[in-house]
């Protein structure tokens, strides 16, 4: 059996990393490695390949930055002459990117059956870019992987009830892998001269946050305002949108850490050695709540709802005083429920896939 794998963006390498693995110990499956080129700076890209050990793309479209439009576009051209060469009997793509759209869509219109990993998940804000690509997707989508019951129930109000599966969160199955490793391996904490659980991490790249000047000030002012230390790992699009509107000078302050994109081993780090965790990215919450650290949700909504529920999320926009509030007022919960599985979610995939399981 073929499988082609599309992914591009940073999350999709860690995402893709443990059913990589799992693919290779099944004689019968043979997985074809697409990178769209999304993302493609080596901090964003290549370093992830060489420390998860992901095998080197079996082809790099290099589609790069551009328009949603455009890139997108150009991923699509390009998945769609692979995949007539290639010839998979399956597509798989992961999360909610313009290259899960691009591999779900070229292979749809072929006929190739699509697996989407990360099924299922929803905002209801259709002005995010990732809701309108998860939702194509998963009404493309044969096999959908749901990281919880949520997710189920939100295909089911849609109407989606066949090909689904609750696997579990695969980034689960990376944390739990790989945390040992970064634990023994990485000494940012001593390189950026931190004790653990006296500094707080935040990340901030989300469209709807960086696109917007305004949000994006207060968010810059918030952090300052907050007189913490902070290590702040920026993502070029960020480090873009400040220069672009001018925010140069609040970055400056003396107890902002700003250091370039991590690799996963440092991020697991820091944010497991954090105090708290302020982010607008999906897979950062997450991993809070997979290391048992307290998150912030720099967004009007989050997907991970189970982790607010669960009372290790706050959701607090880009208002300032919201988020002075939610750090006053950051504890540690004692509840701590299974949300994301057993950390078995690629392994189940990988037989699902494989027909070895209903
Ligand atoms: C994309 C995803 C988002 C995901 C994020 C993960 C879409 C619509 N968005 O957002 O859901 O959370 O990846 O990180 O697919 N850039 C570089 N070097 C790089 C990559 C990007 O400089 O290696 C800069 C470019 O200026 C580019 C900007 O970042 O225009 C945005 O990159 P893009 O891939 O379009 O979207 P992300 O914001 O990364
Ligand atoms: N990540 C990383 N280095 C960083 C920031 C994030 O390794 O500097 C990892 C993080 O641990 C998580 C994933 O990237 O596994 C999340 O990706 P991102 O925040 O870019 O996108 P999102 O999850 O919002 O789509």
């Known amino acids: 059996m073929k499988i082609l794998t599309v992914i591009g963006a940073r999350p999709q390498f860690i995402k893709a990393c443990m059913l990589s693995k799992a693919f290779k110990s099944k004689p019968n499956i043979k997985e074809i490695i697409v990178h769209t080129g999304q993302h493609y700076d080596d901090n964003m890209s290549t370093v992830f390949f060489e420390q998860l050990k992901l095998p080197k793309p079996n082809y790099y479209l290099g589609v790069g930055s551009d328009t949603h439009g455009k890139q997108t576009a150009k991923m699509l051209t390009e998945l769609e002459r692979v995949m007539i060469t290639e010839k998979p009997d399956i597509v ?21 059956p699509v697996a989407h990993v990360e099924a299922g998940l929803r905002s209801f804000n259709k002005k995010m870019p990732e809701e309108i690509n998860r939702i194509l997707t998963d009404h493309l989508s044969t096999w959908l992987f749901c990281p919880s019951q949520t997710a189920v129930e939100n295909l089911k109000r849609e109407g989606i009830q066949s090909g689904v599966y609750q696997t579990g969160d695969i980034m689960y199955d990376s944390v739990l892998y790989y945390k040992p490793f970064a634990l023994q391996h990485s000494n940012i904490l001593s390189r950026l001269n931190l004790s653990a659980k006296t500094y707080y991490l935040a990340t901030i790249h989300r469209a709807e946050n960086t696109d917007d000047p305004q949000k994006l000030k207060a968010l ?11 290590v702040f790992p920026m993502h070029p699009r960020t480090k873009h949108k400040i220069q672009q509107w001018g925010l140069t000078n609040l970055t400056l302050s003396p107890n902002i850490k700003i ?5 996963y081993f440092d991020m697991l780090t820091v944010e497991s050695q954090a105090k708290a965790i302020l982010t607008d990215s999906g897979g950062v919450q997450k991993e809070a709540y997979m290391l048992g650290v307290p998150c912030i949700t720099l967004r009007e909504e989050t997907e991970w709802v189970e982790t607010v529920s669960a009372g290790w999320n706050q959701v607090t926009g880009a208002n300032t005083q919201c988020i002075l509030e939610a750090v006053a007022t950051i504890n540690v919960p004692k509840n701590y429920p299974a949300l994301f599985g057993d950390g078995q979610s690629s392994k189940q995939i990988c037989e699902i896939l494989a027909g070895l399981r209903k």
């Not at 798989?92 to 190739?112: F, M, Q």
């Not at 810059?220 to 902070?230: A, P």
């Not at 250091?259 to 690799?263: A, F, G, S």
Request: net charge negative; aromatic share 2%; hydrophobic share 45%.
């Open 92 to 112: 798989l793509v992961y999360g909610d990117t313009n290259s899960t759209l691009a591999g779900s869509l070229a292979a749809a219109k072929l006929h190739i």
């Open 220 to 230: 810059l002012e918030t952090l300052q305002k907050m007189n913490e230390v902070l």
């Open 259 to 263: 250091v370039e994109p991590l690799n």
